[in-house]
């Protein structure tokens, strides 16, 4: 089966500018994530969905990130403006469902701030 | 909420030895607990899962993984590593309302 996709792979931007992320998950996985992996560190959650409905945010910058995921398929996360400490791998993973499901991840997309 | 504790941010070993990464875990309920390896500009890979039963758990390439709940440990071992299983690996807790937390990982680096 074809796993997570993601793009772009690569990104620069200068800070302040805008920027967006897309990710289409496993055919059939009804929860998807989307998580920050800042260079030293571990994926933080930022947010994930059930389906087109948000189950948790609740790490989402939300002043300046926006995520969504119509019908319920593919997912955007969005960076409006975007600030240097933004700089970071972003992730995208899907499961079955939640709880001790899997999760699949996708290649990630690198995201440079100038 | 739970945490993970990845006690060492790099390890270096020879091709052919022995290799143990260290996990420590804090939850106030029963988790699941997992391992993932990432390769270079690539995303995480599953290597192994605990949700119950045994106690030892075995993965994919050799790894194997052994819940302590009394040392709320999960630490991953090989007996023998190869140039190729060089990467960085993280340890995750999730408890049942699916809130995984990720360690901080530790980059395995194999010399030959």
């Known amino acids: 089966e074809a796993g997570v996709a993601q793009s772009p792979r690569y990104k620069i931007i200068e800070k302040r500018q805008s920027v967006a992320f897309w990710c289409n998950p496993i055919?059939?996985?009804?929860?998807l994530y989307w998580y920050q992996q800042i260079l030293g560190q571990g994926p933080k959650l930022l947010i994930q969905f059930q389906n087109n409905g948000v189950v948790d945010d609740s790490q989402l910058p939300k002043d300046r990130f926006s995520a969504e995921r119509l019908k319920g398929v593919d997912s955007t996360l969005k960076i409006q403006p975007a600030k240097l400490e933004d700089s970071a791998v972003y992730l995208c993973?899907?499961?079955?469902?939640?709880?001790?499901?899997?999760?699949?991840f996708g290649p990630g997309t690198r995201l440079t701030v100038l | 909420a739970q945490s993970v504790t990845q006690l060492d941010s790099q390890v270096p070993v020879f091709e052919e030895a022995p290799v143990e990464l260290r996990c420590n875990y804090s939850?106030?309920?029963?988790?699941?607990l997992f391992w993932y390896v990432q390769y270079p500009n690539q995303g995480l890979q599953l290597l192994l899962k605990?949700?119950?039963?045994?106690?030892l758990v075995k993965g994919i390439n050799g790894f194997e993984a052994e819940f302590n709940k009394s040392q709320t440990s999960f630490h991953l071992r090989k007996p023998s590593v190869h140039i190729s299983d060089t990467a960085e690996y993280f340890c995750?807790?999730?408890?049942?309302?699916?809130?995984?937390?990720f360690g901080a990982g530790t980059r395995l680096t194999v010399k030959p």
């Open positions: 995750a807790v999730s408890d049942r309302t699916d809130d995984m937390r």
């Open positions: 939850s106030s309920v029963s988790v699941y």
């Open positions: 605990y949700l119950s039963g045994s106690t």
């Open positions: 055919s059939g996985h009804a929860t």
């Open positions: 993973a899907s499961s079955l469902r939640g709880g001790q499901g899997e999760q699949f």
